[in-house]
T-cell receptor, first 113, second 113 residues
């Protein structure tokens, strides 16, 4: 089955700096890669996703890049703000053979004032 | 955030007792999921259901059971066979399969005394 590794487990940045979270996956046929954000005490919410037919996707200050050859994808947050502080989870799915997402272990991002 | 609810928010049980966690959604979603969240381990899938009266085991189904008698409801029973049931449990739903956005409930924190 699919295996997703995520790092770092914790990340501290100064407000205004950029943050990068990286994930690797094992199934070369995986083709859907969402990112979920979970603020403290709240439920996870989808913030961005990418499918394997594109290499990059942006939504305001967040972007995701995908390198299919290396089997890794990354979340980039620019101009970080205190409200970006949360736990971020990556996930992967092979829509052809699997019916369930495999999540990474999460990255706790702290944006310091 | 509305549309998918879980109850209760906190649940305490004695060892050897079964307990059922409720999950209800009014989003008309076909698919529903149960995840377990432990510190440092991300979101691990327990069971999922893509249609009424059908469900499949996830990665950590041992000691758990589910039913899907109605589209709106997907209760999870934590049985006495689950060796380490203390955890935070999240229910989610999606309009189609796992390659669509999953909407999460607020979660239930189960503590075994």
């Amino acid at each position: 089955g699919e295996n997703v590794e995520q790092h770092p487990s914790t990340l501290s940045v100064q407000e205004g700096d950029s943050a990068v979270i990286k994930c690797t996956y094992s199934d070369s046929a995986s083709n859907y890669f969402p990112w979920y954000k979970q603020e403290l005490g709240k439920r996870p919410q989808l913030i961005i996703d990418i499918r394997s037919n594109v290499g990059e996707k942006k939504d305001q200050r967040i972007a995701v890049t995908l390198n299919k050859t290396a089997k890794h994808f990354s979340l980039h947050i620019t101009e970080t703000q205190p409200e970006d502080s949360a736990v971020y989870f990556c996930a992967a799915l092979n829509t052809g053979t699997a019916s369930k997402l495999t999540f990474g272990t999460g990255t706790r991002l702290q944006v310091m004032l | 955030d509305g549309g998918i609810t879980q109850s209760p928010k906190y649940l305490f049980r004695k060892e050897g007792q079964n307990v059922t966690l409720s999950c209800e959604q009014n989003l008309n979603h076909d698919a529903m999921y149960w995840y377990r969240q432990d510190p440092g381990q991300g979101l691990r899938l327990i069971y999922y259901s893509q249609i009424v009266n059908d469900f499949q085991k996830g990665d950590i189904a041992e000691g758990y059971s589910v039913s899907r008698e109605k589209k709106e409801s997907f209760p999870l029973t934590v049985t006495s066979a689950q060796k380490n049931p203390t955890a935070f449990y999240l229910c989610a739903s999606s309009i189609g399969g796992a390659s669509n956005e999953q909407f999460f409930g607020p979660g239930t924190r189960l503590t075994v005394l």
